[in-house]
């Protein structure tokens, strides 16, 4: 291992804007079941299929309906 590092030529990482963040949420026990469900018959992480499921829904500005019983 060298003592110093020469990064005068180094670039910055052009995916920093995409990287993820561990964040903790609550969501129903139904809800995770839901998606674990569909991230199995997808071949895929159910935590990436949320994410993609996420954002979506801010790419495309999706809004919420909400509906109080």
């Given at each position: 291992?060298?003592?110093?590092?020469?990064?005068?030529?180094?670039?910055?990482?052009?995916?920093?804007?995409?990287?993820?963040?561990?964040?903790?949420?609550?969501?129903?026990?139904?809800?995770?079941?839901?998606?674990?469900?569909?991230?199995?018959?997808k071949g895929?992480?159910?935590?990436?299929?949320?994410?993609?499921?996420?954002?979506?829904?801010?790419?495309?500005?999706?809004?919420?309906?909400?509906?109080?019983?």
């Open positions: 291992m060298r003592d110093n590092y020469d990064f005068s030529k180094s670039k910055r990482n052009p995916y920093a804007k995409r990287l993820k963040k561990q964040i903790t949420i609550r969501i129903d026990e139904d809800t995770i079941e839901y998606f674990k469900d569909m991230a199995e018959e895929i992480p159910y935590q990436s299929l949320i994410n993609l499921y996420l954002r979506d829904c801010a790419e495309t500005h999706r809004k919420l309906k909400i509906k109080w019983a």
